[in-house]
């Protein structure tokens, strides 16, 4: 990790605090940053920030079994300390104890050995016994993503109040959850996490912000949401270019549980091969459309309509609403504009159409002038 990294990730580890964490170190401000406001113009940790609804979650399942293609981080049982490491790359302190990866309060937070991009995150996590702490203060910790620069927030809010941009399963410093659907501090806690990687140019400028879903508990509380920045505490921080990173588990001074973290790395689509085009349109005479014209009963039932699209061709079918453009591609071939369909067009010895032959989506279906 390069040294601009390990600073973002000591940085983000003072996120989710009501005061900076008593095991993070905080150097002085040298100059002013540029900042992004909080989406959508509420000040960061706005107390008067109104807070989500409530919405009781199912009867858990838990663990989740993962996945064929997942990368098990922390087992069911709390193992897996070996992917992981300290900021420095050494062995973790944390422990594993009853089931489950244990914080160890004042060691630091602990990060993954692999990097990733897109991901789908499952974790499972139960607070610590903290019921003398208040707001952030009680049984704190974070999911970070990509070296420390987005976070989802974990915290007992259980009978806890504190700013709505601060809450479980809140998009730290940005978005508030939209329902809080968190169970009680004796419970195990889940959440799945949906990330999309921001896309740059060639020159580091921004093409595409990233983008964040969260369910918890079974309860869609983050939906597809578009980062206006990094989840920097006291800070929303302009993008800098960037790519896959490490993910990381915050120590905030509470023995939060951990267990069940698997993670699914997520392809892009595929795109079209550069060659990939519609073949090339022909003009047809005046009386090579005419013939076209008409009404044909499907095999099977329905109808297929050839009508005059202004200086063209479309198609309509009495099912489904609107025309359909139809390309040329030869006098007795048609293609969808926009589809990847076909019309073949039989011709009889009067040169009068006799059939049509549509294939689309591997079937064929046959028509005849009605």
Request: hydrophobic share 40%; proline share 10%; with cysteine.
């Amino acid at each position: 990790m390069t040294l601009r990294l390990l600073a973002l990730v000591l940085i983000a580890g003072l996120g989710a605090c009501s005061t900076p964490s008593p095991t993070s170190p905080v150097g002085p401000v040298t100059a002013a940053r540029p900042h992004t406001p909080a989406p959508p113009g509420w000040r960061q940790h706005d107390i008067e920030r109104p807070q989500p609804p409530r919405v009781e979650p199912a009867a858990a399942a838990l663990p989740v079994a993962p996945p064929s293609d997942a990368v098990v981080l922390i087992g069911p049982d709390g193992s897996g300390a070996e992917n992981w490491e300290t900021a420095s790359g050494g062995a973790i302190p944390w422990t594993t104890e009853a089931g489950a990866l244990v914080v160890a309060p004042g060691t630091g937070g602990i990060q993954t050995k692999e990097a990733f991009g897109d991901v789908q995150v499952h974790i499972e996590w139960m607070p610590a016994d903290e019921p003398e702490k208040t707001s952030q203060d009680r049984s704190n910790s974070g999911l970070f993503l990509v070296d420390g620069r987005y976070e989802v927030q974990i915290l007992d809010v259980w009978n806890n109040r504190t700013y709505a941009d601060g809450r479980a399963a809140a998009i730290y410093g940005q978005f508030p959850p939209l329902f809080d659907a968190t169970r009680p501090p004796t419970e195990w806690q889940a959440y799945d996490v949906f990330f999309r990687l921001p896309r740059f140019a060639a020159d580091g400028s921004l093409l595409e912000e990233a983008r964040l879903t969260v369910v918890h508990n079974g309860v869609l509380v983050q939906n597809n949401e578009v980062l206006p920045a990094m989840t920097i505490w006291l800070e929303s921080l302009p993008y800098e270019a960037h790519g896959p990173g490490v993910i990381g588990l915050q120590d905030h001074g509470s023995p939060v549980r951990f267990r069940n973290l698997w993670v699914r790395r997520l392809p892009e689509r595929a795109a079209p091969p550069a060659d990939y085009a519609l073949p090339a349109a022909t003009d047809l005479s005046p009386a090579e459309r005419d013939r076209l014209v008409g009404r044909y009963a499907r095999d099977g039932g329905g109808t297929f309509v050839i009508e005059r699209l202004g200086e063209g061709l479309g198609l309509s079918m009495p099912w489904r609403s609107g025309v359909l453009e139809l390309v040329p591609l030869s006098p007795t071939r048609l293609h969808l504009r926009n589809t990847d369909g076909v019309f073949d067009v039989a011709l009889g010895a009067d040169g009068a159409v006799t059939g049509l032959t549509f294939t689309m989506g591997g079937g064929t279906y046959t028509a005849v002038p009605e």
